[in-house]
């Protein structure tokens, strides 16, 4: 390409740049269509007492619910019982990594049910992160609520 | 007839056109550009429009960068260019004018809005277009005109028609957690999906045709793809443990997630053709989060590895893992900027959750946001914006800054309980 050529094209391109532009747009009333759950899970508790608490941003249990725990273990396995752990986070910190976070509670508490005798085949795990607190303020007294593992019949 | 449905609708809606945003402009900002916008005449005898000039108005003066004379400041109101005496605008102060015209057809339910927008320093018309729309489509309409405006002043796009989808959460109204789509500013909210069990984490496809998310509904985590247009949904092949976190690829074809089938959270890749999953980290923490970077070869990550969590990249090809972020013990929900150069993040410091941003090169932190528990950024397909989930005293609501950090705005239009807001794509 020679100079000349160079120079015309740079020329148009200047020309196109400085002028008015020229647009045409449609809209349309398309909206989204909704859809809704069907056949929505439901829980039940297996004794008022099937509830661990965790510090923030901890997993491990302290030896009150190791206590708690081998309770519930002869209670499972006296009754025959398969259960589902809940793990369950405060609100500080992202949404997925509570999830992951309660998940590691949730470990941490079928676990100790194995080691207390449970049969592993009787016990799902599931986290529900920060989704399902038990108590709804921001503040210290509510976080410590829902900073929890739940043992239920599933 | 249609005139008389036009009346009606108009004087409904005159009436609800607040602003949508309860906007902040904080210290130190530039002057705005500032722009007139004459109320654009119909072809009908009256009523004066009123609704499409404010709509144009409250999407340029969301983010700080436009002031829009009031209209009671003009000295004319020209609806062509013979009627524009650019002297009066200059004596304004006004840089630039948008003028139009917007024609009603007796036989159509639809009506062309005409408009021109001025340079008055350089008396020159900069921009001529037209929008085609049925008359109900009146808001997107105005949000066209806007992005027009915008891109041809600002050189970039204009995000005032792309869509911001967000989960609800339960509430006195609604004992449901409802999947939801509105505009930007919180407007035309509607529920996509509603469940009484918990949803997170909408992502959407770079096409804006679909969403993927995380729903509860079989008891336990698992993503679902949903189609916008027809609400058809299916749920991606499941694997044990948490299904979670999705996050589409920039060409649409894979999607990153997290699984925890491996004995703990590990980023995995999903192929939407092969319906395949892919491993693509591998370690004992928490690995979760995932971003693709926009040219597609990168995934940001958050990751407790090192004891704390911080926000880590991954090569998809090489799986060669790098740390980013090295400053405090919070670094979490990185996303990237549109030109990759930086990212948005959630970073806790003395105890208090902020939005931050870093940039890439240099790997300097800035702290954008000074409340309570920000959570979930979401960048603005243009990078200037950046929707964060915020508290409003005990309500879960959203917010925004520009990455200036100069302009916040509360998305105070929007009802119940918003959280995890999710930017569209740009819509053309």
Redesign the interface.
Known sequence: MNITHKFIITLIVFFLASC??????????????????????S?TGITSNNILYFAYDKSDINSEGRTKIRTLAKLINDNNLSVRVEGHCD???????N???G??RAKTVAELLIINGVASDKID?????E??PAS???NERSWSQNRRALVKTF | MLKKILLIYLVLFISNIQSQLRIEIKGGAEDPISIAIVPLEWNLDSPQDEYLHQIIKSDLESFGEFKVLPPENMLSFPSSKEEVFFKDWRMLGVDYLVIGRINVSDFSEEIITKYTIFDVARE???????????V??LR??GH?VSD?IYS?IQGIPGIFSTKIAYIDKPSTDDPNFNLR?SDIDGYDS?????????L??PSWSPDRQNIAYV???????RIFL?K????E?KGVKLEE??N??PNWSPNGDKISA?L?KSG??DIFIYDLSKDTWKQITKHFG?D??PDWSPNSKKILF?S?RSGS?QIYEVNVRSNRVKRLTFEGT?N??GRYLPDGKGIVF?HRKNGV?HIATQNLRTGKIRILTDT??D??PTVSPNGNVVIYAT?DG?RDTLAGITLDGKTKFVMSSIKGEA??PAWSPLID
């Open positions: 008015s532009s020229v647009s045409m747009d449609r809209t349309n009333d398309a909206t989204a269509i909704s859809a809704t759950a069907t056949g929505a899970y829980d609100e500080r910190g992202t949404r997925e990594y999830l992951a976070l998940e590691k795990t599931v986290s529900y992160g989704e399902k709804p303020g921001s | 020159k018309s900069i921009h001529r277009g037209s929008v085609i729309g049925p109900k489509t997107k309409i066209k027009k041809r789509i509607l529920s996509i999906f509603s469940s009484p069990q918990p997170m984490s729903s509860f509904e079989e008891g336990t985590s949903q916008l247009n027809s609400a949904r443990g948490i979670s976190s997290v925890s703990n959270p928490i979760t989060e958050t407790n969590p919070y979490a929900r959630v959750f309570f528990l959570e979930s508290k005990d959280r995890e």
